[in-house]
């Protein structure tokens, strides 16, 4: 994954106090594993490393089905969509950037996925940055494997996650529970500490009582 920096261009300042700044473009890697009969977004994001250079761009998609030996030519997009293989005719729409030639963003959707839609795709974006004095022309591929499943699982991940959160929740009762053991100790010691100083206490001021009224009748 690649991500492009927050370009910051400093502002002086006697000017102003603020900085402005773009925000950044991140290289996510497409999922894998699409649910038959459903929509799934095939993701192809290539980022441009220069922000502040204009920049034209088309998107060509490409598809090997898993008992195929080469790629036909699948999806093209540069202003305007086209679906090439017929296979996929009515099943395709766009899903990367808009209102934009700079296109980063690339991705396309299946409608109504199917078992034959399992394979390799592979995606390309042909980028022409736009200098003053010329022009440059870039390539960016990007390939995986599309497989299609009956109904959806969950990956060992989200169970270990959840796994981690239950156990991690019986860990913190568990530890609220000796806390609150703890505690009821401490003040029930506490308690019957006081209890015995108070009656201490009180022998000892019924004792002195009694010996004054006793030196009392004695006087007498």
Known sequence: MWLQALKCPL???????????????VELE????????????LGCISCKRRGEVRARASVNWF????????????????????????????????KGSNNTRDL???SITIHNVTFNDTGTYMCIFSRVLIYPNY??????????FLNVMPRRTRGLASIVSEVTMYMSIIGL????LVEMIYCYRKIAAAGEEAL????AE???????SKDNCASGQVAE
Request: a negative charge.
């Open 11 to 25: 502002v002086h300042p006697l000017r102003s106090a603020a900085s402005l700044c773009h925000g950044a473009c």
């Open 30 to 41: 497409s999922d894998t594993e699409a649910v038959a009969h459903e929509g799934f977004k």
């Open 63 to 94: 598809f090997k089905a898993s008992d195929e030996t080469e790629f036909s030519h699948l999806y093209s997009y540069e202003e305007t969509e086209e679906i090439i293989d017929p296979r996929f005719y009515g099943r395709l729409g766009w």
């Open 104 to 106: 980063q963003d690339g």
């Open 135 to 144: 022009n440059f022309q870039t390539n960016s591929t990007k390939s995986f």
């Open 173 to 176: 009762q568990f530890w609220l």
């Open 196 to 199: 015995r100083e108070s009656e």
């Open 202 to 208: 009180y022998l000892a001021i019924a004792s002195e």
